[in-house]
Nanobody, 125 residues
């Protein structure tokens, strides 16, 4: 049974940091790609980035590059999204998702097969 559990969201002031976690069970890290998406209030869900054993980490918006990083733990069962220098526009529900066919990163939701529940991030100005 594949499960993804996102956690680590919360309320933070602009300029602060949060580390989101995505605990993955039922999959081996080398057999999947983990993507992060977010949905801001009143907006469509958008791709944040992804990490794979072949591609490393990849972010899809220039505004995230240099502020966000992704990593895995030693056992490769948890993927982290470290978010620094947070801005009010980063306020959103953040979702982690796993892609098991074609082990390369993708920004397209339809290419992902398993989704965790969202974790809410609120950045105050």
């Amino acid at each position: 049974d594949v499960q993804l559990q996102a956690s680590g969201g919360g309320l933070v002031q602009a300029g602060g940091s949060l580390r989101l976690s995505c605990a993955v069970s039922g999959l081996r890290f080398d057999d999947y790609v983990i993507g992060w998406f977010r949905r801001a209030p009143g907006k469509e869900r958008e791709a944040v980035g992804c990490i794979s054993s072949s591609d490393g980490e990849e972010f899809y918006k220039d505004s995230m590059k240099g502020r966000f990083t992704m990593s895995t733990d030693y056992s490769k069962t948890t993927v982290y999204l470290q978010m620094n220098k947070l801005r009010p526009e980063d306020t959103a529900d953040y979702y982690c998702t796993a892609k098991i066919i074609g082990l390369t990163c993708s920004r397209y939701e339809f290419e992902y097969h398993y989704w965790g529940q969202g974790t809410q991030v609120t950045v105050s100005s």
